[in-house]
T-cell receptor, first 109, second 117 residues
Framework: GQNIDQPTEMTATEGAIVQINCTYQTSGFNGLFWYQQHAGEAPTFLSYNVLDGLEEKGRFSSFLSRSKGYSYLLLKELQMKDSASYLC??????????WGAGTKLIIKP | GAVVSQHPSRVICKSGTSVKIECRSL??????MFWYRQFPKQSLMLMAT?????????EQGVEKDKFLINHASLTLSTLTVTSAHPEDSSFYIC?????????????FGPGTRLTVT
């Protein structure tokens, strides 16, 4: 079957760094997306990894290891507005996004 | 670029009535549009995938006759919830995928919150 595993909730302090891990099992693999979703809103795109390694984009970086079925999202210089759910979503062999429940990130002052 | 709109953003309807939700790609043509439903504190659940000019592909457990999807053009897809019941109350989100885009990124609309009383 297809499965996404992320921590349910994480707490971090404003200005700090946090890493959100994701392990996945899918039928085929065509890359992995990270999305941010604020409560009551639709997801917004953060990153896409298709090759192994680290992709850096401003305060956000995403890492992928295809052999381990593992990815992480790294958020630096945390701001209060980063409080949201972060969704790890791999693309399966049919190019369908597979969604987990996401990680709710709480930022404290 | 790559903006997707949804209308309405919120709708309250009475049990037994039908509700239509529109999803539009404003500045691009979308080969494929997706309809999701999300209950509070749960993951996005794909309901159906629609390609312009053809019938939608529904996920297992989603009733075709209850959730009617029409994808009449490359910029518009509609979801009609027929004979709505309180258990259909949810957050409905559409997304669209650009033509000829190799990374298969989906651009999401802002969502529609449906409340059935």
């Amino acid at each position: 079957g297809q499965n996404i595993d992320q921590p349910t909730e994480m707490t971090a302090t404003e200005g700090a760094i946090v890493q959100i891990n994701c392990t996945y099992q899918t039928s085929g693999f065509n890359g992995l997306f990270w999305y941010q979703q604020h409560a009551g809103e639709a997801p917004t795109f953060l990153s896409y990894n298709v090759l192994d390694g680290l992709e850096e984009k401003g305060r956000f970086s995403s890492f992928l290891s295809r052999s381990k079925g593992y990815s992480y999202l790294l958020l630096k210089e945390l701001q209060m507005k980063d409080s949201a759910s972060y969704l790890c979503a791999p693309l399966d062999s049919n190019y369908q996004l597979i969604w987990g429940a996401g990680t709710k990130l709480i930022i404290k002052p | 670029g790559a903006v997707v709109s949804q209308h309405p953003s919120r709708v309250i309807c009475k049990s037994g009535t039908s509700v239509k939700i529109e999803c539009r790609s404003l500045d691009f043509q979308a080969t494929t549009m997706f309809w999701y439903r999300q209950f509070p504190k749960q993951s996005l659940m794909l309901m159906a995938t629609s390609n312009e000019g053809s019938k939608a592909t529904y996920e297992q457990g989603v009733e075709k006759d209850k959730f009617l999807i029409n994808h009449a053009s490359l910029t518009l897809s509609t979801l009609t919830v027929t004979s709505a019941h309180p258990e259909d109350s949810s957050f409905y989100i559409c997304s669209a995928r650009l033509m000829d885009r190799e990374d298969y990124e989906q651009y999401f609309g802002p969502g529609t919150r449906l409340t059935v009383t």
